[in-house]
């Protein structure tokens, strides 16, 4: 069944009672009414229309007020029935769309309850199954255990009352916020205060943008980030105090820290989309977030992977430094400078052998200094990785090696050599079965650079000893 908004499709004793001894407003689900509800403008109209042509209601004070035709006041001491907890889909209240309401005290005329009605704008990507929950408290003020989210009582997309004062306890006039997570799919949240700029909420209709798609990004089952590294040694820490982290040259403030455990941006980015739903502490210090509510933590911008204010991620693959950025404390977003990359090829003959060693040289040194120091001669220029470590090293029966390089920075050939094409000598040689080879090429701004060593087999070393 579709939301009712034709008076005409009420019928008084089936969809609607009007109990007047207690004075309550009671929905019921039959007929022609569903858990998709009733407009409350509708509800309204009908009203009018029942104590204009039934002589016995006619004999009781009207039960409502219209402002908008979103936002009423129920007056003269009547309310809904059946809100009672637990909240359910076909209590009178949450069978209300489209308006919202205040239930008026008609001693003092106060307001005794507010609700206001909230309806999410955009597409569920599941329209039948997808969740949506809201918080109305500040989980920063009210604290871990106590800023509990509560789930919208239908699944897909929203058109709901929401209680959000009572005078006798509470005044959630001031905080709300609505999330929609699912597994593989992108995340939706709003802020209705923030984002529509409220000095407080009322009892009328707020449209807040609610939506989410499936997401590219997310690969993995949840089972496996549980269980499978590199995700079970990864963490999220939120500190108290904000600590630094180097990119390029300069420091920069950050206040959660994301350890990658050496996983790629997509794996970072799937375990913390996973913490972001579990209702349990996610804080791996010693403070207390809870997941499905904390704020969002990274984005990825087609292949680059952002982190929100004051986010920083340890432990990441170098080969994805250049599709990373870091938004800092004073929301200033943060890059490394370049850093090229490759990986290094040994043939069979490199590799059956276990002396075999390799190492990478400045072909010469005339985009810098121009001294001479070229390979060849004393001077020759051993190449420093990103972490200016030298590209050397035993090829220990490996086919393939990987290797970074600070094409920005490194200035090994001197002032001027930095931000250039950096050509190279590599040269490799073993003992037993493995000769002397020599390969050139050029580091570029790339990530998918090259050496290949093709040695030929050796045939002739001796070492009787």
Do not use: C, H
Request: no cysteine.
């Amino acid at each position: 069944m579709a939301r009712i908004v034709d008076p005409d499709s009420l019928n008084q004793g089936t969809e609607v009672n009007f109990i007047t001894g207690s004075l309550e407003i009671e929905l019921n689900t039959v007929g022609n009414l569903s858990t998709d509800g009733v407009s409350l403008q509708a509800l309204y109209s009908f009203i009018k229309e029942e104590w204009k042509n039934d002589d016995n209601l006619i004999k009781f004070p009207f039960p409502m007020n219209s402002i908008t035709s979103e936002q009423f006041e129920l007056i003269n001491g009547w309310n809904f029935a059946n809100i009672t907890e637990p909240a359910n889909p076909t209590q009178s209240a949450y069978l209300i769309r489209d308006g919202g309401w205040a239930v008026v005290d008609p001693n003092t005329n106060d307001n005794t309850e507010e609700w206001a009605n909230i309806t999410t704008l955009g597409l569920f990507n599941d329209a039948n199954n997808d969740q949506a929950y809201f918080l109305q408290q500040d989980p920063e003020i009210a604290g871990f255990g106590v800023a509990i989210p509560e789930d919208f009582q239908l699944p897909g997309p929203v058109n709901q009352g929401v209680q959000i004062y009572e005078s006798s306890s509470f005044d959630y006039r001031d905080f709300f916020r609505a999330y929609l997570r699912e597994q593989g799919k992108t995340y939706g949240f709003g802020d209705l205060i923030v984002d529509q700029n409220l000095a407080a909420l009322t009892f009328r209709k707020y449209a807040l943008p609610l939506t989410n798609s499936d997401d590219l990004k997310i690969t993995t089952a949840d089972n496996v980030i549980t269980g499978s590294a590199p995700y079970t040694g990864m963490s999220i820490q939120f500190l108290d105090t904000a600590v630094t982290r180097s990119i390029g040259v300069n420091d920069y403030a950050f206040d959660i820290l994301i350890d990658g455990n050496s996983g790629t941006a997509e794996e970072i980015y799937e375990f913390v989309q996973y913490q972001l739903r579990q209702p349990i502490d996610i804080d791996s210090g010693s403070g207390e977030v809870r997941g499905d509510i904390a704020e969002g933590l990274l984005t990825f911008i087609g292949d680059t992977l952002r982190t929100s204010e004051g986010v920083f991620i340890d432990n990441f693959q170098s080969a994805d430094t250049n599709r990373l950025e870091f938004t800092e404390t004073g929301s200033t977003v943060q890059t490394f400078p370049f850093v090229a990359a490759g990986t290094i090829f040994f043939n069979n003959n490199l590799q059956n052998d276990t002396d075999a060693i390799y190492r990478l040289f400045y072909t010469n040194d005339d985009a810098g200094d121009n001294t001479g120091a070229d390979f060849g001669t004393q001077d020759a220029i051993i190449i420093q990785d990103n972490s200016d470590n030298p590209i050397t090293g035993s090829v220990g029966g490996q086919a393939e090696i990987q290797f970074d390089y600070d094409y920005d920075n490194n200035i090994q050939r001197g002032a001027g050599s930095g931000e250039t094409d950096a050509p190279y000598t590599a040269v490799a040689i073993g003992l037993t079965t493995a000769q002397y080879v020599v390969t050139t090429g050029t580091l570029t701004r790339s990530t998918a650079n090259s050496v290949n060593f093709v040695a030929a087999l050796e045939r002739n070393y001796l070492n009787p000893a």
